[in-house]
């Protein structure tokens, strides 16, 4: 009874302790991110405005005018429409040669030529979402090296393939720009993950005669599984969030309507034409398709701990 009172007691205390230590973290993202979040909600339930102090409740007004009324080419509906294609383009293959860069990487293990692989893929992450855009705006130049290099490989002479002009092309520069600089940051987690994956298993595999193709999809995908949904999902919500590639294709004369996504439109809606109200009403709808396709995402994997 006594050594039952004495592990209940410690057990209390460490509780104790650790709320303590979590207080500071909770009463951050209750500053930064809960109550930002609550306010966006009501401010897009009334029809203020930036330059206005005074606003009205609307309801639901603004979210009926988002999905019912068309402002030219820059509706709602097409940001939803450009941000999600533009998700999908860019989401699914990264995740996917992600992987596999990461599983060649593990291949030629701790050499210098894996280092040097792995120090290239990750450098375009630490730069500057602006500077990335920049460097990318001259490759795409007609006078720059993709123009040059798309000539090589479709065997024409001085064509502009209009990267920065044509619609369908613009939307894969973006996708381009944001692919080279964010490729590499989930290379990496890829090749945690596999590291975490004990040796034995695989040696166990080339006893019985697996082959490789064979070890990769009974072993290294089903181990992998709690670290590629956390690739998925973060590289999902990145792709969802995407801003400052496509606000500096547009601020250097590209067309705003085939790249306008939700967040560019938010820009525009509260901070170019003040309309706080329907800005925050955009916030919330883009803050709950993330909500719901981080929770599909979750469901469908039903991810488990591993265990070895």
């Known amino acids: 009874m006594k050594n039952k009172i004495k592990t209940y007691s410690i057990e209390r205390k460490q509780a104790r302790w650790g709320l303590l230590f979590t207080i500071p973290c909770l009463l951050f993202f209750a500053v930064f991110s809960f109550y930002p979040i609550i306010n966006a909600f ?39 429409r450009a941000t999600l294609e533009f998700t999908l383009g860019t989401f699914i293959p990264m995740v996917v040669i992600a992987l596999l860069l990461a599983v060649f990487l593990m291949q030629l293990r701790s050499t210098k030529t894996a280092k040097f692989l792995e120090l290239a893929y990750y450098t375009p992450a630490v730069l500057s979402s602006v500077v990335a855009a920049t460097i990318w705006m001259i490759l795409f130049d007609p006078r720059g090296l993709v123009n040059q290099i798309s000539n090589l490989l479709m065997n024409t002479t001085g064509r502009d393939f209009g990267w920065l002009v044509n619609s369908n092309m613009l939307q894969v520069s973006t996708m381009i720009v944001y692919f080279w600089k964010y490729i590499g940051y989930f290379v990496i987690l890829f090749i945690t993950g596999l590291a975490a994956i004990p040796p034995g298993i695989y040696e166990a595999a080339t006893v019985d005669g697996s082959s490789r193709w064979h070890t990769f999809w009974r072993i290294t995908l089903p181990l992998l ?46 901070i170019r034409n003040g309309r706080l109200g329907r800005a925050s009403a955009m916030s919330i709808i883009l803050f709950l398709i993330m909500l719901v396709l981080t929770y599909l995402q979750f469901s469908v994997s039903k991810t488990d701990d591993v265990e070895y």
Not at 50 to 79: H, I, P, Q
Request: contains cysteine; aromatic residues 14%.
């Open 42 to 80: 009501f401010t897009s339930l009334t029809n203020r405005q930036a330059l206005n102090r005074t606003s009205e409740w609307v309801g639901l007004d603004n979210y009926v005018y988002l999905f019912t009324k068309s402002n030219g080419g820059f509706s709602f509906g097409n940001s939803l």
């Open 225 to 270: 599984k709690p670290t590629a949904v956390l690739v998925s999902i973060m590289a999902m919500l990145q792709c969802l969030k995407t801003f400052s590639t496509q606000y500096m294709f547009t601020q250097n004369g590209a067309a705003r309507q085939p790249i306008d996504v939700i967040t560019m439109n938010i820009y525009y809606t509260g």
